[in-house]
């Protein structure tokens, strides 16, 4: 309760004439040191059970990022050998290794692309909604002003950071996929070569989702920034700035 208090301080002691919203909603006669208490109280662990678990799911998504590229970076060089028994070992240890990563990689997008894409709605609204805000009453409330250019900006970064590491892992899958295909060459029989191929040729191009229909690129990033800033100029525009 302490804590909750002490992050209201900040507020008041820069702007003295703030209001609490949902305690100036109280009728005055219930107007009273409990009930702003309960309010505060109530308003801090609900924010922080929210910031929980936004951070769990981020770590989640991070690691697993982190967790696909090591693997594939591990395979990416394939070990050279003359020896035909070892190079059938290797296809095969490598085509069971390509069929892990499709399976994880499609569980994830089961599990989080719907969270992604509500992630950049979020990040994306935020950034234009205190971007603008602040723009446009700086000189009126630099505090708010402030407060929201803060929010605004951390919004229109943080998004393009989590999801960075995601980018590399359809580029590594493919050079994976072309190094099997080269190294399958070398296979004792045409059938074996055959089947090598047929078993590449059928795992589907997979890459970290966003939503059902878009798949994270390289382009993501700049697409997200330029997105934001041309809705902060058209909001800018349309309330008079």
Request: with cysteine; aromatic share 14%; glycine share 4%.
């Amino acid at each position: 309760m302490t804590s909750a208090t002490a992050c209201l301080v900040p507020v008041y002691a820069l702007k003295p004439t703030s209001n609490f919203f949902l305690y100036s909603l109280v009728p005055e006669k219930y107007q009273n040191w409990i009930i702003l208490t309960v309010f505060i109280v109530s308003e801090y662990y609900l924010f922080n059970y929210y910031v929980a678990i936004t951070g769990f799911v981020t770590f989640m998504q991070l690691s697993f990022f982190q967790k696909v590229n090591s693997l594939l970076e591990e395979k990416r060089i394939l070990k050279q050998t003359k020896s035909r028994p070892k190079n059938i070992l290797i296809v095969k240890r490598n085509l069971k290794f390509m069929r892990k990563i499709h399976s994880l990689i499609h569980h994830y997008n089961l599990v989080f692309a719907g969270i992604s894409l509500i992630f950049k709605y979020g990040c994306g609204t935020c950034s234009i909604v205190g971007i603008s805000f602040a723009i446009k009453y700086f000189s009126a409330s630099p505090v708010e002003g402030f407060a929201n250019f803060f929010l605004g900006i951390n919004c229109m970064v943080i998004y393009p950071t989590i999801y960075n590491n995601c980018f590399r892992i359809p580029e590594q899958v493919a050079m994976l996929k072309k190094q099997i295909r080269v190294r399958s060459q070398s296979l004792p029989s045409k059938i074996s070569i055959t089947l090598a191929r047929q078993e590449l040729e059928a795992l589907p191009k997979l890459g970290i989702e966003e939503g059902i229909f878009r798949t994270f690129q390289k382009a993501s990033t700049p697409i997200f920034v330029d997105f934001v800033i041309q809705n902060v100029v058209g909001v800018l525009i349309l309330i008079g700035k």
